[in-house]
Every structure is written in structure tokens, then in C-alpha cells.
């Protein structure tokens, strides 16, 4: 997500909806434009982030560049922080030694040490960890630390292998975001996921790493899954239909399952074919539900402008007008607009209830684009429904909204009408999904989600359900 998008103040207005996945009768309703103000400020537990370059080549040393980037609201004390870039060593008896080639703040500015790690299990046993005089001053809100190209090689000047390192990246060779570089102020972690032998959470949980052969796959109906099919809202309606076949799933360059949701159109309900996965069992209420989503600006064929809908969102069904029991929290990106909107717009909405002439909800909204993978949070507790976009807070809705019973997990991609683009050339929309978490009754923080998929993917799990049935 781009670093200062501009966010809605919240408002409600009626937009009619159906949810069929859940039930036909359930009805959603709508959302319109907002006054612009401000993006809301990092997550209390995320202030920075840690980006990384590979520095160097060779066998002789490890060449970790690094910088701090202040994505908080206040200024950043670098005397708080601490890094840790993790490795493993060569033999047990090797003994490593650090240095600060250049930094913007000054290398007389830059501590390390030498850390052991002494957990069964772990993907690494030992650690550099990277502090700060009070000299090194402060980074701005926005701003980063700039370089620090730094070294770490033995001491006996034996050759150093990477390739077994946990925060080494051989190709990353441009500084980015990287999580397997941690970070803490003060003491308390604020980014990225340890080597820890399992950061896998204790309780009840769901986790899919979506690793199925396609739509079919008679795993989904044993894990719980239905790819939709048939008729009904929300969107285009009329003939146009689910396609459960536009489900698909695929293993990515990077080793993780990859499930997409494809929607077609030739500008008629006859050729509208739309895609939503979703779980069976309505049991999830109270807790964390989070998964990594790639967002489409643009189709993968044909000319581009309709009024697309993309979602990760939880739900339960609308029993009747205005009942008080009904919950939905959504994630949703329009790329191009829609519900009066005329361009990109993205949504978080927490809603009580719906009808016919009326709608209770709340959102926050940002006019920008989110094309690309975004990691995407939701906790809701027993005061809060609280919205994460890239580990940091988007929104956060009160109390009035939270959920009186259970829900279901879905994605969908569809469209709201056939007006954006009347054109009848066939274009196709593409939604990605990388993983889905739900930890009942605990509230994680970004880092808390990252370190627990880290921590099932490590152990070698594509999936596990033990969340009760209510």
C-alpha cells in the first residue's frame, strides 16, 4: 500500500447487495464517498520496517545492507532499535566477527554483536544484532535511517555459505521490506518473524496455505471449502452466474499455492460469469482473520473499466429486515470505481445490520490504487474490529458493530453492474489469494500473523481446522 493514501471519514448510505453465499435472502447493503482526510497512523506494535539489500558477492564474507524506515507518526529514537539479521554457522566451533563498511548515520554510530540461539528446531542458531548510539538521532515519520552497508565474516577468514542463512536473500539485490530481518524499540518486537522453531499459535485456528489441485479437488469439501456455483447476488444478476471452474490453483515461482479467482464478461448478464470461495460452516466470530491478497488495477485480457468488486470479507446471514444479529466485515477494492465512485477506491466496513430502505455500517475508505499483494488483517475482539492493510492500521470501528454470532470466511470477485464498460469484447479479471488464518479469540498483531504462517509453513503444514463448530 502506498505510504500516505487519502482515507474517507465515515459515513453510511444505502447500497443494496446480495450475499447468496450464505444465504439468498441475506442482504448487504451499500457504501458511497466520504470527505478525504488522512491515512490513520502505524499500528502501536509496527512503527518501522526493516529493508534489506544483499551488499555483496563471494564466499569470503556476508554482506547484509540494511535500513530503518519510520512508518509511525512520531519521531524514531535509532538508540531504541534494535535489528537482528539471522544465520547459520558453518560449524560449531566457527566464531564471526562484525563491521560497518559505511552509514548515512556514521559507522562509529552502528553497534554489533554476536548473538546465540539455542531452540530445537529453530532456522537458525545464531544472530547479528544491529544497534545504536544516541548519536545516530532520529528517523522522521516517512523517512529512513539511509545505508547501512554492513559485514559479517569469520574471524579465521574460513569461506561463509549463505545459502542456508535464514535472513540471506541471494537475488535481493534492491532494497525492500523484509520481514526475516526483525526489529524491536525499546525492548518490545515491532517487525518481522524470528527463526523460532514454531511461532505456530497456541488455541483453536484455521490455516490453508490453498496448496489443492483446482475446483474440484475433493480436499475442499474435506477442509470445509465450496467453490460457489449457480445463480443469485450480489452484482449483475439475471442469468448471470458463479463459475466455480474460474477457481483455480497454481504454484508460484516462489514455492507457495496460489488460488485465483477469475471473473468474465462480455458486457452481458449472459456472459457474466463471477467467483466466490467461501467456507461452509458459519463459526468464526470473535478473533484474527487475515490472508495475503493480490489486488488487479487492469484485466489479464480485453479492454479494462468495469465496476469491479474485490473482497476478503467475513459474513453471516441476514435472518430478516434489520435484524440485529447480522455481522459482515469487508475488505473491498474497486479499481474502477462504482457505487458512485469514478475511480479506484478501497473499503474496510464493519456493518450491523440492513433493509430495504436502510443501512448500518461504518467504513473507511482510501482513493488509490492497491494493485499488487497486500497482507491483509482483521481482529476483532470484544471492544474493537480493527483493519490492517501491510501491517499497518487502516481502520478501527467501535463496539456498536461487533458480532452477535458466528460468520463465514469467503472471497469473492464480481461486478456491481454492466455500465462501467458496455462494450461486448470478453475481458477476465483476476483476484490472488496466497493463504487464509483465523485464530479464534485472540487478537495478533501483523507480526504475530507473519511469524504463525511462517511457523506453519516451516512445520510443513498446507492446512489445519481445529476451530470448534458453535
Same mark, same amino acid.
Request: charged share 20%.
Given at each position: 500500500m502506498p505510504p500516505t493514501p487519502p482515507v474517507s471519514a465515515r459515513t453510511t448510505r444505502r447500497r443494496p447487495r446480495v450475499r447468496a453465499a450464505v444465504t439468498a435472502a441475506a442482504v448487504a447493503a451499500g457504501l458511497g464517498a466520504g470527505v478525504l482526510g488522512t491515512l490513520p497512523a502505524a499500528a502501536a506494535g509496527e512503527p518501522l520496517a526493516v529493508q534489506y539489500r544483499n551488499g555483496g558477492s563471494g564466499s569470503a564474507q556476508a554482506s547484509p545492507w540494511l535500513k530503518v524506515v519510520n512508518t509511525g507518526s512520531a519521531p524514531l529514537a535509532l538508540e531504541q532499535v534494535k535489528l537482528r539479521y539471522y544465520f547459520r554457522a558453518d560449524s560449531p566451533f566457527a566464531a564471526y566477527r562484525f563491521a560497518c563498511d559505511w552509514a548515512v548515520r556514521g559507522c562509529g554510530n552502528v553497534t554489533g554483536t554476536i548473538g546465540t540461539i539455542n531452540e530445537p528446531g529453530a532456522a537458525a542458531d545464531r544472530y547479528l544484532e544491529i544497534g545504536f548510539t544516541a548519536a545516530a538521532g532520529t528517523v522522521a515519520p516517512g523517512a529512513d535511517s539511509g545505508d547501512l552497508q554492513l559485514r559479517l565474516h569469520?574471524?579465521?577468514?574460513?569461506? #561463509?555459505?549463505? +545459502? *542456508?542463512?535464514?535472513?540471506?536473500?541471494?537475488?535481493?539485490?534492491?532494497?525492500?521490506?523484509?520481514?526475516?530481518?526483525?526489529?524491536?524499540?525499546?525492548?518490545?518486537? #515491532?517487525? /518481522?518473524?524470528?527463526?523460532? /522453531?514454531?511461532?505456530?499459535?497456541?488455541?483453536?485456528?484455521?490455516?490453508?496455505?490453498? *496448496?489443492?489441485? %483446482?475446483?474440484?479437488?475433493?480436499?475442499?469439501?474435506?477442509? /470445509?471449502?465450496?467453490?460457489?456455483?449457480?445463480?443469485? $447476488?450480489? +452484482?449483475? +444478476? $439475471?442469468?448471470?452466474?458463479?463459475?466455480?471452474?474460474?477457481?483455480?490453483?497454481?504454484?508460484?515461482?516462489? +514455492?507457495?499455492?496460489?488460488?485465483?479467482?477469475?471473473? !468474465?464478461?462480455?458486457?452481458?448478464?449472459?456472459?457474466?460469469?463471477?467467483?466466490?470461495?467461501?467456507?461452509?460452516?458459519?463459526?468464526?466470530?470473535?478473533?484474527?482473520?487475515?490472508?495475503?491478497?493480490?489486488?488487479?488495477?487492469?484485466?489479464?485480457?480485453?479492454?479494462?473499466?468495469?465496476?469491479?468488486?474485490?473482497?476478503?470479507?467475513?459474513?453471516?446471514?441476514?435472518? %430478516?429486515?434489520?435484524?440485529?444479529?447480522?455481522?459482515? =466485515?469487508?475488505?473491498? =477494492?474497486?479499481?474502477? $470505481?462504482?457505487?458512485?465512485?469514478?475511480?479506484?477506491?478501497?473499503?474496510?466496513?464493519?456493518?450491523?445490520?440492513?433493509?430495504?430502505?436502510?443501512?448500518?455500517?461504518?467504513? !473507511?475508505?482510501?482513493?488509490?490504487?492497491?494493485?499488487?499483494?497486500?497482507?491483509?488483517?482483521?481482529?476483532?475482539?470484544?471492544?474493537?474490529?480493527?483493519?490492517?492493510?501491510? $501491517?499497518?492500521?487502516?481502520?478501527?470501528?467501535?463496539?456498536?458493530?461487533?458480532?452477535?454470532?458466528?460468520m463465514v470466511i469467503a472471497f469473492n470477485q464480481w461486478l456491481t453492474d454492466l455500465v462501467g464498460h458496455t462494450g461486448t469484447e470478453t475481458r477476465a479479471y483476476e483476484e490472488q489469494v496466497d493463504y487464509v488464518l483465523h485464530v479464534k479469540d485472540r487478537a495478533l498483531t501483523p507480526a504475530q500473523v507473519r511469524a504463525a504462517v511462517a511457523g506453519y509453513r516451516a512445520a510443513g503444514t498446507t492446512f489445519t481446522d481445529t476451530v470448534p463448530a458453535p
Amino acid at each position: 500500500m502506498p505510504p500516505t493514501p487519502p482515507v474517507s471519514a465515515r459515513t453510511t448510505r444505502r447500497r443494496p447487495r446480495v450475499r447468496a453465499a450464505v444465504t439468498a435472502a441475506a442482504v448487504a447493503a451499500g457504501l458511497g464517498a466520504g470527505v478525504l482526510g488522512t491515512l490513520p497512523a502505524a499500528a502501536a506494535g509496527e512503527p518501522l520496517a526493516v529493508q534489506y539489500r544483499n551488499g555483496g558477492s563471494g564466499s569470503a564474507q556476508a554482506s547484509p545492507w540494511l535500513k530503518v524506515v519510520n512508518t509511525g507518526s512520531a519521531p524514531l529514537a535509532l538508540e531504541q532499535v534494535k535489528l537482528r539479521y539471522y544465520f547459520r554457522a558453518d560449524s560449531p566451533f566457527a566464531a564471526y566477527r562484525f563491521a560497518c563498511d559505511w552509514a548515512v548515520r556514521g559507522c562509529g554510530n552502528v553497534t554489533g554483536t554476536i548473538g546465540t540461539i539455542n531452540e530445537p528446531g529453530a532456522a537458525a542458531d545464531r544472530y547479528l544484532e544491529i544497534g545504536f548510539t544516541a548519536a545516530a538521532g532520529t528517523v522522521a515519520p516517512g523517512a529512513d535511517s539511509g545505508d547501512l552497508q554492513l559485514r559479517l565474516h569469520r574471524i579465521d577468514w574460513q569461506s #561463509v555459505v549463505q +545459502g *542456508d542463512d535464514y535472513s540471506f536473500g541471494a537475488t535481493q539485490t534492491a532494497y525492500a521490506n523484509w520481514s526475516k530481518v526483525t526489529a524491536s524499540v525499546a525492548g518490545v518486537p #515491532v517487525w /518481522g518473524v524470528s527463526p523460532a /522453531g514454531s511461532a505456530i499459535p497456541a488455541g483453536p485456528a484455521l490455516f490453508d496455505d490453498l *496448496d489443492y489441485k %483446482g475446483h474440484d479437488d475433493p480436499a475442499l469439501a474435506a477442509h /470445509g471449502w465450496n467453490a460457489r456455483s449457480g445463480g443469485g $447476488g450480489p +452484482g449483475v +444478476g $439475471g442469468p448471470a452466474s458463479w463459475a466455480p471452474e474460474n477457481i483455480t490453483f497454481a504454484t508460484e515461482a516462489g +514455492g507457495n499455492s496460489v488460488m485465483t479467482l477469475r471473473t !468474465t464478461t462480455a458486457g452481458t448478464p449472459e456472459t457474466t460469469r463471477q467467483s466466490e470461495f467461501h467456507s461452509r460452516a458459519m463459526k468464526f466470530r470473535n478473533g484474527t482473520y487475515a490472508a495475503r491478497v493480490r489486488f488487479a488495477d487492469a484485466p489479464v485480457t480485453g479492454p479494462d473499466g468495469d465496476h469491479l468488486v474485490q473482497s476478503f470479507f467475513a459474513i453471516n446471514d441476514l435472518t %430478516g429486515p434489520y435484524a440485529d444479529d447480522y455481522a459482515e =466485515y469487508d475488505f473491498e =477494492y474497486l479499481p474502477n $470505481g462504482g457505487w458512485g465512485e469514478t475511480s479506484n477506491i478501497f473499503f474496510a466496513t464493519s456493518w450491523e445490520t440492513t433493509g430495504p430502505d436502510r443501512s448500518d455500517n461504518t467504513y !473507511t475508505t482510501a482513493r488509490t490504487s492497491f494493485a499488487g499483494w497486500h497482507d491483509l488483517v482483521l481482529t476483532i475482539d470484544d471492544s474493537n474490529i480493527v483493519y490492517y492493510v501491510d $501491517g499497518i492500521e487502516f481502520a478501527r470501528h467501535d463496539a456498536r458493530y461487533l458480532p452477535e454470532r458466528p460468520m463465514v470466511i469467503a472471497f469473492n470477485q464480481w461486478l456491481t453492474d454492466l455500465v462501467g464498460h458496455t462494450g461486448t469484447e470478453t475481458r477476465a479479471y483476476e483476484e490472488q489469494v496466497d493463504y487464509v488464518l483465523h485464530v479464534k479469540d485472540r487478537a495478533l498483531t501483523p507480526a504475530q500473523v507473519r511469524a504463525a504462517v511462517a511457523g506453519y509453513r516451516a512445520a510443513g503444514t498446507t492446512f489445519t481446522d481445529t476451530v470448534p463448530a458453535p
